[in-house]
């Protein structure tokens, strides 16, 4: 992208993907400005991975000792039964993979969102507390307005904006085509560490439905989560917090284990988050001059699990195609190319994490409960080659 080097672009998004990639360009010479609706880089949150391609592409930032330091070493899963027996417990890397599954980082989201942060701002301008309004999209850059009333334009707009991406929406419209639900909702909060967990997460479940207590380390705290099936998502609640507390409510009442204290912690939360589990899925990840990253171009869902390691591998190869091809065009075009293969693999993940997180069926969970005392009692096996189905290229010469 030789002509427009060192030329203005706008990424929308400060979780994963767009520091990230505000990084590799402004290695590259590009004048980056990240844009985010949130008054600051957001902490805390749950635990997510790092895996596979996704830690060749932190270790080219320089950040893999900082975040193997921030690793949680959670050691044990251990899942029950709906009526509180004890199922399996077994160590992570069963689940996820022998040897390479001992070389993955898992931390919370917050401590990798700030390394990626302090990684990429010095040499790039990050905007709070606004986003974008309008975009239009013309031959020679892209005319944004912004909510605080700014107007610029920019050689080049990029979505890492999350999977309800407004980026996306003004540039492709409504959601609905490309949002593939997966037939489950989710609610994720903290709460006491009521069981005295420590470095250790416990599943519960019944037919269709799951209740998870997380623990970070010795915290007194652990992340609570309570997952559903459903036909068809819940649109009355998206956007109404206490519909999903009331909806979450009357979907585990009445069940045991300790679900109840669950429940109550949720209606106290002042963090509640509440999702469908669901995949995007694109014909192109581009549109002019705009392009898209991460969950915004192609959410796997947390059953995949491979979502932010995703963000990170989109960054260094949209970042890579653009410092390295002549203009925007075939830059988008050659980082879907050399990208689209190694996503769809991860995408196809989720059936894995279906059959073993959340079985629909009395048959699917004895199933699940006889693959776990399986796994407990056989070592670990080689992992899902799915993770680093991708060699990164050498950085380019800038």
Request: glycine share 10%.
């Amino acid at each position: 992208m030789h002509q427009t080097s060192r030329g203005k672009i706008l990424i929308s998004g400060a979780s994963i993907a767009g520091p990230a990639l505000a990084f590799w360009l402004s290695r590259y010479g590009f004048r980056v400005t990240v844009v985010e609706k949130a008054p600051t880089v957001r902490g805390g949150g749950y635990p997510i991975d790092i895996r596979g391609t996704a830690l060749q592409a932190v270790d080219r930032m320089g950040l893999l000792p900082e975040l193997r330091a921030a690793h949680i070493d959670t050691r044990r899963l251990t899942f029950m039964d709906g009526d509180g027996s004890r199922v399996a417990s077994l160590r992570p890397e069963a689940m996820t993979g022998g040897a390479s599954a001992q070389r993955d980082i898992e931390l919370p989201r917050g401590d990798l969102t700030a390394s990626l942060f302090r990684a990429a701002r010095d040499n790039a301008e990050f905007r709070f507390d606004d986003s974008i309004a309008t975009l239009a999209d013309q031959p020679d850059g892209v005319d944004v307005t912004f909510r605080s009333g700014i107007s610029e334009r920019y050689d080049v707009v990029v979505g890492a904006d999350g999977l309800h991406s407004h980026t996306r929406g003004l540039v492709m419209g409504p959601e609905e085509p490309f949002h593939r639900y997966l037939g489950y909702c989710f609610a994720g909060f903290t709460m006491p560490n009521v069981l005295g967990l420590a470095h250790e997460g416990v599943m519960w479940n019944v037919p269709g439905k799951g209740a998870v207590m997380y623990a970070v380390g010795e915290s007194p705290q652990v992340h609570g989560f309570l997952t559903f099936a459903r036909p068809e998502p819940p649109f009355a609640a998206f956007r109404n917090p206490q519909a999903q507390r009331d909806l979450i409510a009357a979907t585990f009442a009445g069940l045991g284990w300790h679900v109840p204290r669950m429940v109550a912690a949720m209606h106290e939360a002042d963090d509640l988050f509440f999702d469908v589990v669901s995949q995007i899925h694109l014909p192109r990840w581009s549109a002019g001059r705009v392009v898209l990253i991460g969950d915004a171009a192609h959410a796997p869902s947390f059953l995949a699990g491979q979502g932010s390691s995703l963000a990170l591998v989109d960054a260094y190869m949209l970042a890579h195609a653009m410092a390295t091809h002549q203009d925007h065009a075939t830059a988008f075009s050659a980082y879907e190319k050399e990208t689209r293969d190694f996503v769809s693999q991860n995408q196809a993940l989720v059936t894995v994490g279906d059959v073993a997180l959340l079985p629909r069926t009395p048959e699917a969970l004895e199933q699940r409960h006889e693959m776990l005392r399986r796994l407990s009692a056989l070592p670990p096996d080689g992992g899902h080659p799915e993770y680093t189905a991708l060699t990164l290229p050498e950085p380019a010469l800038s």
